[in-house]
């Protein structure tokens, strides 16, 4: 694939914005902490390789991010948003109003991850996710009554689990997945056992309580690996007993020395992963200002660059830090090409 470089035309960001800011010739980027390790990966290497700027890159949060976004037409505005969800139908109406009415949606892959463990080790293949909140949280319900928690075996409550110490191996709060794990496990399993109302009945606020959900036993029971996912196999291979978060594309190139579990009865495949039916997962998106193509330096190509299969593809480096490879990735990538907008 080639990325020809754009030439630079300030004319329609001079007519679209009174208050223009000085002449920039690097992309900008806001939005999604989740989708930021995916883009900072993109961005050095589009650095690295292109005879562009390297992009800046922040974070702030999708709802943020589509904030900035929608501001207005200029290159005093970001020119891409990252989002963990979909744009809602307000976002669209106020970027419409302040006169972004074209944006091209484009979907970056799935954020989904599998849990697994030494291929010989204890028969870890079936969990709930209030096994791993019982595992992990500080508090737990024990006997109707949130108590610290007692647990250091999974058979500690879960007869059905192996009675192995637990040892939890998980992404680390600056890891792409992070996120959704906390959000697809550890707040459904606290709410699954009544943790998160028992929490409230005892005078938390549901924000408070909620945040709660997500934290996690500081007693070595649960380590955050804040490196890739080979750190992760590394401490599985080392720890019978380990069982560790990883992305799909990295389990599957490591099915010789790692079995997977299910999560709610659903095995982690790209197709279930994709289509949503496996719960430990959700779509990624990042949202391109089409006012701003040809006319920022290097916009077009950096979009094309990040959904190349080079990059986003099963065996890009995105896929080794946790990203599900979208199935759909071509009509994606031609999407781009033919900026087609929402």
């Known amino acids: 694939m080639s990325f020809p470089k754009l030439a630079t035309s300030a004319v329609a960001i001079l007519a679209?914005?009174?208050?223009?800011?000085?002449?920039?010739?690097n992309v900008q980027v806001a939005g999604s902490s989740t989708v930021l390790p995916y883009a900072s990966i993109v961005a050095e290497a589009f650095g690295e390789n292109?005879?562009?700027?390297?992009p800046v890159v922040e974070s702030g949060g999708s709802s943020a991010g589509l904030a900035?976004?929608?501001?207005?037409v200029g290159e005093n505005t970001i020119d891409i948003a990252n989002a963990s969800r979909a744009i809602r139908e307000g976002e669209v109406e106020e970027c419409a109003a302040n006169g972004v009415s074209d944006i091209i949606e484009v979907r970056i892959g799935y954020d989904g991850i599998v849990f697994a463990s030494q291929i010989d080790g204890p028969e870890f293949t079936s969990f709930e996710p209030s096994d791993w909140f019982n595992a992990?949280?500080?508090?737990?319900?024990?006997?109707?009554?949130?108590?610290?928690?007692?647990h250091t075996?999974?058979?500690?409550?879960?007869?059905?689990l192996p009675d192995a110490e637990i040892l939890a191996f998980i992404p680390g709060t600056r890891h792409g997945t992070r996120e959704v794990f906390e959000e697809k496990v550890l707040a459904a399993g606290c709410e699954e056992t009544g943790?998160?109302?028992?929490?409230?009945?005892?005078?938390?606020?549901e924000d408070d309580a909620?945040?709660?959900c997500l934290a996690v036993r500081s007693d070595g029971l649960s380590v955050d690996i804040d490196g890739d996912y080979s750190e992760t196999l590394a401490r599985i291979s080392s720890n019978t007993n380990g069982v560790g978060v990883f992305g799909l594309a990295f389990y599957e190139n490591?099915?010789?020395?790692?079995k997977v579990a299910t999560m709610s009865g659903v095995e982690p495949t790209t197709d279930t992963i994709s289509t949503g039916e496996y719960p430990v997962s959700r779509p990624l998106y990042f949202y391109i200002k089409a006012a701003h193509l040809g006319v920022i330096p290097g916009l077009k190509d950096y979009a094309q660059f990040f959904v190349s299969d080079e990059i986003a593809g099963p065996s890009g480096p995105l896929a080794n830090y946790g990203l599900v490879s979208d199935p759909e990735l071509a009509e994606t990538q031609a999407k781009i090409e033919n900026e087609e907008t929402m």
Not at 16 to 25: E, I, K, W
Not at 153 to 160: G, K, L, P, T
Request: glycine letters at 4%; proline letters at 5%.
């Open 16 to 25: 679209a914005s009174a208050a223009t800011a000085q002449s920039r010739d």
């Open 50 to 54: 292109f005879d562009y700027p390297t």
């Open 68 to 72: 900035r976004f929608c501001e207005g």
């Open 136 to 150: 992990l949280a500080p508090q737990v319900m024990v006997d109707g009554e949130l108590v610290d928690n007692p």
């Open 153 to 160: 075996n999974w058979s500690d409550f879960n007869e059905e």
């Open 195 to 205: 943790a998160m109302q028992a929490m409230m009945d005892n005078g938390m606020s």
């Open 210 to 212: 909620e945040d709660a």
């Open 254 to 258: 490591n099915t010789d020395s790692l």
